[in-house]
Protein backbone atom coordinates (compact mmCIF):
# COMPACT_ATOMS: atom_id res chain seq x y z
CA UNK A 1 0.00 0.00 0.00
CA UNK A 2 1.04 3.04 -1.14
CA UNK A 3 2.19 5.54 1.74
CA UNK A 4 0.53 9.35 1.69
CA UNK A 5 2.95 12.23 1.92
CA UNK A 6 1.53 15.34 2.98
CA UNK A 7 2.89 18.47 2.17
CA UNK A 8 0.62 21.71 2.43
CA UNK A 9 1.12 24.54 0.41
CA UNK A 10 1.43 27.57 2.47
CA UNK A 11 -0.06 29.23 -0.77
CA UNK A 12 -2.46 27.45 -0.70
CA UNK A 13 -3.13 27.04 2.42
CA UNK A 14 -4.21 30.84 2.78
CA UNK A 15 -6.47 30.50 0.16
CA UNK A 16 -10.05 31.81 0.86
CA UNK A 17 -11.75 28.91 -1.63
CA UNK A 18 -13.43 26.74 0.95
CA UNK A 19 -14.53 24.17 -1.54
CA UNK A 20 -11.27 22.55 -3.84
CA UNK A 21 -11.40 20.88 -7.12
CA UNK A 22 -9.47 17.16 -7.31
CA UNK A 23 -6.58 19.23 -8.66
CA UNK A 24 -6.46 22.39 -6.20
CA UNK A 25 -6.81 19.69 -3.41
CA UNK A 26 -3.44 17.68 -4.92
CA UNK A 27 -1.68 21.08 -5.41
CA UNK A 28 -2.64 21.79 -1.42
CA UNK A 29 -1.43 18.72 -0.72
CA UNK A 30 1.74 18.23 -2.77
CA UNK A 31 0.93 15.65 -4.99
CA UNK A 32 -0.17 15.20 -8.46
CA UNK A 33 -3.52 15.15 -9.74
CA UNK A 34 -3.11 11.64 -10.77
CA UNK A 35 -1.82 10.52 -7.32
CA UNK A 36 -4.96 12.24 -5.39
CA UNK A 37 -7.36 10.50 -7.69
CA UNK A 38 -5.62 6.89 -6.73
CA UNK A 39 -5.46 8.57 -3.30
CA UNK A 40 -9.28 9.00 -3.21
CA UNK A 41 -9.83 5.73 -5.10
CA UNK A 42 -7.89 3.78 -2.62
CA UNK A 43 -9.39 5.57 0.64
CA UNK A 44 -6.30 7.37 1.72
CA UNK A 45 -7.62 11.15 1.46
CA UNK A 46 -11.16 12.35 3.18
CA UNK A 47 -14.19 11.92 1.48
CA UNK A 48 -15.02 14.61 -0.71
CA UNK A 49 -18.12 16.53 -1.36
CA UNK A 50 -20.25 15.83 -4.56
CA UNK A 51 -22.14 18.34 -6.34
CA UNK A 52 -23.04 17.08 -9.28
CA UNK A 53 -21.06 15.16 -10.74
CA UNK A 54 -17.89 17.17 -9.69
CA UNK A 55 -15.60 16.38 -6.31
CA UNK A 56 -14.65 18.78 -4.18
CA UNK A 57 -12.50 18.63 -0.60
CA UNK A 58 -13.09 21.16 2.26
CA UNK A 59 -9.92 23.13 2.11
CA UNK A 60 -9.96 23.21 6.33
CA UNK A 61 -10.45 19.58 6.50
CA UNK A 62 -7.39 18.84 4.04
CA UNK A 63 -5.49 20.98 6.38
CA UNK A 64 -6.51 19.29 9.31
CA UNK A 65 -5.52 15.93 7.87
CA UNK A 66 -2.35 16.60 6.72
CA UNK A 67 -1.59 18.08 10.55
CA UNK A 68 -3.04 14.75 11.91
CA UNK A 69 -0.09 13.19 9.71
CA UNK A 70 -2.25 11.95 6.73
CA UNK A 71 -4.73 8.71 8.18
CA UNK A 72 -6.75 6.89 5.61
CA UNK A 73 -10.07 7.95 5.22
CA UNK A 74 -11.99 5.52 7.42
CA UNK A 75 -9.87 6.65 10.60
CA UNK A 76 -9.99 10.47 9.82
CA UNK A 77 -14.28 10.01 10.11
CA UNK A 78 -13.27 7.99 13.11
CA UNK A 79 -11.83 11.00 14.52
CA UNK A 80 -14.46 13.83 13.86
CA UNK A 81 -16.84 12.15 15.46
Same mark, same amino acid.
Given at each position: ME @?? !?CV? #? @?ELEE #? /???LLRKEEAAALCGC? @? *?TWHEWDLLGLVPRPV =?? !?RT =???VRDELI /?? /?? /??C?? *?DVWRYRQK
Open positions: @EV !RV #S @E #S /ATIA @E *R =KM !R =KYW /AW /AQ /AKPK *R
